[in-house]
Nanobody, 128 residues
Framework: QVQLVESGGGSVQAGGSLRLSCAAS????????MGWFRQAPGKEREWVAS?????????TDSVEGRFTLSQDKAIAKNTLYLQMNNLKPEDTAVYYC????????????????????WGQGTQVTVSS
């Protein structure tokens, strides 16, 4: 059974940094496309970034250059990280980790419907 567990959210001032973690279990990590989405109060859940295999990573324009995905594929860790620097108040949202198998998910990476598995979310609050 695939499980995703996020952690690392919190409250920071504008310009600060946080690192989110998504601990994955129940599947072969390297065959899955993983992504981060976020949902601000009163808004639709939006795509933030995705990673697939070792060479494919993409970010939405508003976080490009500030957020960085990285992976720890060591046995028993299997974790995707989202390093968030120079945070802005508009980054305030609940952040969700998502995953699903294979290249088709990567091709549709910006769509919520492309991902079958989701974590419970972690709150990020950025004050001005």
């Amino acid at each position: 059974q695939v499980q995703l567990v996020e952690s690392g959210g919190g409250s920071v001032q504008a310009g600060g940094s946080l690192r989110l973690s998504c601990a994955a279990s129940g599947y072969s990590y390297s065959r899955y496309c993983m992504g981060w989405f976020r949902q601000a109060p009163g808004k639709e859940r939006e795509w933030v970034a995705s990673s697939y295999d070792d060479d494919n990573t993409q970010y939405t324009d508003s976080v490009e250059g500030r957020f960085t995905l990285s992976q720890d594929k060591a046995i028993a860790k299997n974790t995707l990280y989202l390093q968030m620097n120079n945070l802005k108040p508009e980054d305030t949202a609940v952040y969700y980790c998502a995953a699903d198998w294979g290249g088709d998910t990567w091709l549709a990476r910006r769509r919520r419907s492309a991902y079958k598995y989701w974590g419970q979310g972690t709150q990020v609050t950025v004050s001005s």
